[in-house]
């Protein structure tokens, strides 16, 4: 008789382990704290947030399923459907539109060839608009994957900052 084969994990041992430390910071009886950390791990290690994983990052804290979903729906850092390998960010909110946002959002349309929500043909990069990132004073502003926020972003910079990431790897 052979054994039944059980579903991979949707959290890797050093998913949880990170999860683990995050979990640490918040006394026992609130686990569920460290959610908004527990998601951001997960998605780092599948690219994004399908339902099943935002299930097991809430099983894993001991937390009802639509409490997780609820948090993964509400913050723009959170990618509920794939994305490119890039995700560029970009501000648009009035201080920064007023400062280049817009135009930098139209540079990267015209150079990714793509609009907002969209993935280039390539799966290399996601254009998205954000809300605020509370540095207006250095606008135009993007995140790069939400973990690198660029500043006065010239179409040069641009420019550079997509070749960058092409040949990263």
């Given amino acids: 008789m052979s054994a039944v084969p059980q579903p991979p994990e949707l959290l890797s041992a050093a998913a949880r382990a990170k999860i683990d430390r995050e979990v640490a910071k918040y006394p026992p009886e609130h686990r569920q704290s460290a959610v908004m950390a527990a998601l951001a791990i997960a998605q780092d290690e599948h690219g994004w947030l399908p339902k099943e994983v935002i299930e097991a990052v809430a099983e894993y804290l001991g937390m009802p399923p639509i409490a997780a979903y609820e948090v993964a729906t ?4 959170y990618n509920l459907e794939p994305v490119g390998r890039h995700k560029i960010t970009v501000c648009t909110n009035l201080p920064c539109a007023l400062s280049g946002g817009n135009r930098a959002a139209r540079h990267l349309q015209q150079r990714l060839g793509v609009g907002f929500n969209e993935t280039t043909a390539d799966g290399e990069f996601t254009l998205k608009e954000g809300e ?9 502003v993007l995140l790069v994957n939400n973990k690198r926020m ?3 972003m010239s179409d040069e910079k641009l420019d550079a900052l997509i070749e960058e990431l092409r040949q990263a790897r």
């Avoid at 509400?74 to 850092?77: D, R």
């Avoid at 605020?132 to 135009?140: E, F, K, N, S």
């Fill in 74 to 77: 509400f913050y723009a850092m």
């Fill in 132 to 140: 605020c990132m509370g540095a207006c004073g250095d606008a135009p």
């Fill in 150 to 152: 660029c500043s006065f």
